[in-house]
């Protein structure tokens, strides 16, 4: 019996493997081409949930143009909480930010529920099948003060929309259900005559309350026209820190939606 010589196969013992330095390369790599990728993926989701928003307030002028053609050529009035009259189609006395409430704690129907009030009339007449229509996917939380979310106002679908008043993340209850649009009709009751007039446009109270923005900053403002076309405006001349008290230097009641000269001024910035 011959035994067969052991033999070392040193090309299986040699062990193959990354070096230290060339981990280091690939780490690198990996690194550089997230950095290149993933401001691209931000901006693909900022740019669809623009459209989206722009989906939402089309969607919404189909609603206002078939409200007026059931109710005699007007459109829904404005809520003006502390003028002469609490509905009216006069911006004279109006609080520009009153231009987002939908419902009022003090606003009530005989049997106690909410009065509908300005795009509301939309959801009450049935003529908006999802009130979330109503809101912008782009459009933050703000905190104790200002939650513009369709899931804060039904406790994320724990309440049907335009029936719950909810409390604040800072325990207190609040008194009204707002949506994030401006609903504005320029002293006018019907969209015949206002075509190249913005009617319903993202939240414009205050700087940071701005929805579509860009490293963190404004970048734009979403607006449905009278004739039912939905532009985006994006130009500097919007975003002028004059034009909006100091930007995010005023206070959280000092902004255009408090200055009805400041937010005029900004809706004729709007491009058509």
């Not at 319903?200 to 923005?213: E, G, K, L, R, Y």
């Not at 004059?242 to 000092?254: K, V």
């Amino acid at each position: 019996m011959s035994i067969k010589p052991f033999k070392i196969d040193y090309a299986r013992k040699h062990r193959v493997g990354f070096t230290l330095i060339e981990l280091l390369v690939v780490i690198a790599i990996i690194a550089m081409l997230t950095s290149m990728v993933m401001p691209a993926l931000a901006s693909v989701k900022q740019t669809a949930r623009r459209l989206l928003c722009s989906a939402s307030l089309h969607s919404v002028g189909l609603g206002l143009h078939a409200y007026q053609q059931e109710h005699g050529e007007k459109l829904p009035p404005q809520y003006d909480r502390w003028g002469p009259d609490r509905e009216t189609y006069d911006n004279q006395f109006m609080e520009p930010w009153v231009s987002y409430v939908a419902y009022h704690q003090d606003e009530v129907n005989a049997d106690g529920t909410l009065k509908p009030l300005q795009l509301a009339y939309l959801w009450n007449a049935n003529i908006t099948d999802s009130a979330e229509s109503f809101y912008c996917g782009s459009q933050p939380p703000r905190g104790d003060n200002l939650p513009f979310t369709f899931n804060y106002y039904t406790v994320d679908g724990s309440y049907e929309w335009s029936t719950y008043l909810p409390t604040k993340l800072n325990g207190s209850p609040d008194d009204k259900i707002r949506v994030s649009y401006h609903y504005w009709l320029h002293n006018q009751s019907s969209l015949n005559r206002l075509s190249n007039k913005p009617v319903v446009f993202d939240n414009i109270q205050h700087w940071n309350s701005v929805a579509h923005t860009k490293n963190s900053q404004p970048y734009g403002v979403n607006a449905l026209f009278g004739d039912g076309h939905v532009n985006f405006s994006n130009h500097d001349e919007l975003f002028e820190l004059e034009l909006w008290n100091g930007g995010p230097a005023a206070g959280p009641w000092d902004g255009p939606g408090n200055s009805s000269e400041r937010f005029t001024e900004i809706l004729t910035r709007l491009r058509p």
